[in-house]
């Protein structure tokens, strides 16, 4: 099972700065099926970046995706208001799908 | 497309959970369906998804106990977990798992989740 390890586990910022989340995986996920996902209380997830890097329809430019091989990150550029949520990384290699336990992005 | 999970909101010990998601602006025939859960104050886990042709992958920490399958007449998806316990008390999720390719690679990828449906475990 590939493990897959987010950091910070909070992070505390203002509107306007650029935020980065990492997420590493125990072993290499091939092809990059590294997925970032947000949510917010009371919500179901929503899907901001697939293939490590491809924004999914609708998911404004200031969220950026990286990285491949084990080393994944997610970049926020500006941080607008409705960005404070939880965030978390997901892979889904070799028929066996795993979060990250999440990283809570909240306002300073 | 929507995706709307149902269910009782309350289940005893050593009994089974029964849940159905109801996907409405699209056919079930098509890509993949996935559930997945959340503890109270935790994170996520994947539960398992079907295909369209019916065949199914399951968590090796719950195959043993997990049985997914699609009515393709009401266009749903239905999920049913045996012998829960308390540590099954969670949020249920269903959600709709597609996929790119960019060759040689198949990048997979859940884009559609519905807003879930809260199962307690207690006598």
């Known amino acids: 099972e590939v493990v897959l390890t987010q950091s910070p586990a909070t992070l505390s910022l203002s509107p306007g700065e650029r935020a980065t989340l990492s997420c590493r995986a125990s072993q290499s996920v091939a092809g990059s099926s590294l997925s970032w996902y947000q949510q917010k209380p009371g919500q179901g997830p929503r899907l901001l970046i697939y293939g490590a890097s491809t924004r999914a329809t609708g998911i404004p430019a200031r969220f950026s995706g990286s990285g491949s091989g084990t080393d994944f990150t997610l970049t926020i550029s500006s941080l607008q208001p409705e960005d404070f949520a939880v965030y978390y990384c997901?892979?889904?290699?070799?028929?066996?799908?795993?979060f990250g336990q999440g990283t809570k992005l909240e306002i300073k | 497309v929507q995706l709307q999970e149902s269910g009782p909101g309350l289940v005893k010990p050593s009994e089974t959970l029964s849940l159905t998601c109801t996907v409405s602006?699209?056919?079930?025939?098509?890509?993949?369906w996935s559930w997945s859960r959340q503890p109270p104050g935790k994170g996520l886990e994947w539960i398992g998804y079907?295909?369209?042709?019916?065949?199914?992958n399951y968590n090796p920490s719950l195959e043993s106990r997990v049985t997914i399958s699609l009515d393709t007449s009401k266009n749903h998806l239905s999920l049913n977990l045996t012998s829960v316990t308390a540590a099954d008390t969670a949020i249920y999720y269903c959600?709709?798992?597609?996929?790119?390719?960019?060759?040689?690679?198949?990048?997979?990828?859940?884009?559609?989740w519905g807003k879930g449906t809260t199962v307690t475990v207690s006598s």
């Open positions: 959600a709709r798992r597609r996929y790119s390719v960019s060759s040689p690679y198949y990048y997979y990828y859940m884009d559609v």
């Open positions: 602006g699209g056919s079930i025939r098509s890509y993949y």
């Open positions: 997901q892979q889904d290699y070799n028929l066996r799908i795993t």
């Open positions: 079907i295909y369209q042709t019916g065949s199914t």
